[in-house]
């Protein structure tokens, strides 16, 4: 049984990860879309170098999808709020070694907004 994949709305109904996904180059953009799916597939089971676990106990929670295309990085952020459901949160196109702290920050405000919507 595969797992659920949901993409976070905000309040107005915009999905930042998906307009983030919908602006790649199509190449990069299909890279994006097979990693989903892989996340759809493999679940919690689905490790590096595909996804990893945000450190930092801030962000417990919260994980990424890392998606390398040629030279381009991005991260697709998103966490897990009950069993085979996955929300997909905030993405970007990375373009340092270390994750910007406002990309992190985005992230756990979308997942804490959502963590409320749900309750």
């Not at 989903?36 to 106990?57: C, F, M, R, W």
């Not at 949160?89 to 749900?118: D, Q, W």
Request: aromatic content about 12%; proline content about 4%; charged content about 30%.
């Amino acid at each position: 049984m595969k797992n659920n994949i949901i993409f976070y709305k905000k309040e107005n109904g915009v999905s930042p990860a998906e307009e983030f996904i919908d602006s790649l180059p199509v190449k990069h953009k299909a890279k994006a879309l097979w990693e989903i799916d892989l996340l759809e597939e493999y679940g919690t089971n689905l490790k590096d170098p595909y996804a990893s676990q945000v450190t930092g106990s801030r962000y417990k929670g919260l994980w990424e999808l890392r998606i390398k295309f040629a030279s381009d990085i991005s991260r697709i952020f998103y966490f897990m709020p009950v069993g085979k459901v996955f929300i997909i949160l905030h993405g970007f196109v990375k373009k340092s070694k270390e994750t910007p702290e406002n990309e992190l920050e985005t992230a756990l405000r979308y997942m804490k907004e959502c963590l409320r919507r749900i309750k």
